[in-house]
T-cell receptor, first 111, second 115 residues
Framework: SQQGEEDPQALSIQEGENATMNCSYK?????LQWYRQNSGRGLVHLIL?????REKHSGRLRVTLDTSKKSSSLLITASRAADTASYFC???????????FGKGTRLSVIA | SAVISQKPSRDICQRGTSLTIQCQVD?????MFWYRQQPGQSLTLIAT?????????ESGFVIDKFPISRPNLTFSTLTVSNMSPEDSSIYLC????????????FGPGTRLTVT
């Protein structure tokens, strides 16, 4: 069954603005990971946040995790046209288990 | 991280035929997975490819339709058998690496179109 649900489903912003995408899940998790997919290509791993972590940064990316609300957010600051892609969150219940993906958010950054 | 390659990158096939997709990883990994992504959809796990034993299939996927091989810790194949247009999808393999957590990395995908 699908674990994660991203919102919004689609987001359109101007270059330079910040983009925030949210992910909610239903049951307890071990890790939550965010991925980017450009136009039907393979997935690029962005960041992993463990269930005992609340926030992680990587370059222009900031991920938060609120296990009490079973939700995570991905913030992309100072967006660029090249950030245009679909973004997915994925969760696992423990190590060595496959990921369950949400439906994704389609981000369009307009130059 | 892991460098993963898939062959072919895309193919157009006739209904009723079969296609075998190869996945090669640049290092030994314990866990390898195969996913399907139908047009405009998210990823759905097909199976876990187990080295030295039969793959573990998710609900809705069967070995006769999606036979999987895993002869060693760096290679796996997925066959899509007796294809129909409904099998038109992107097929992705992924591997799990332990790096501060169980991170999964994905290959570039194989875009399959069945006519």
């Amino acid at each position: 069954s699908q674990q994660g649900e991203e919102d919004p489903q689609a987001l359109s912003i101007q270059e330079g603005e910040n983009a925030t995408m949210n992910c909610s899940y239903k049951t307890s998790i071990n890790n939550l990971q965010w991925y980017r997919q450009n136009s039907g290509r393979g997935l690029v791993h962005l960041i992993l946040i463990r269930s005992n972590e609340r926030e992680k940064h990587s370059g222009r990316l900031r991920v938060t995790l609120d296990t009490s609300k079973k939700s995570s957010s991905l913030l992309i600051t100072a967006s660029r046209a090249a950030d245009t892609a679909s973004y997915f969150c994925a969760t696992d219940h423990s190590g060595n288990t496959p990921l369950v993906f949400g439906k994704g958010t389609r981000l369009s950054v307009i130059a | 991280s892991a460098v993963i390659s898939q062959k072919p990158s895309r193919d157009i096939c006739q209904r009723g035929t079969s296609l075998t997709i190869q996945c090669q990883v640049d290092s030994q990994v314990t866990m390898m997975f195969w996913y399907r992504q139908q047009p405009g959809q998210s990823l759905t796990l097909i199976a876990t490819a187990n080295q030295g034993s039969e793959a573990t299939y998710e609900s809705g996927f069967v070995i006769d339709k999606f036979p999987i091989s895993r002869p060693n810790l760096t290679f796996s194949t997925l066959t899509v058998s007796n294809m129909s247009p409904e099998d038109s999808s992107i097929y992705l393999c992924s591997v799990e690496k332990v790096s501060g957590g169980y991170e999964q990395y994905f290959g570039p995908g194989t875009r399959l179109t069945v006519t």
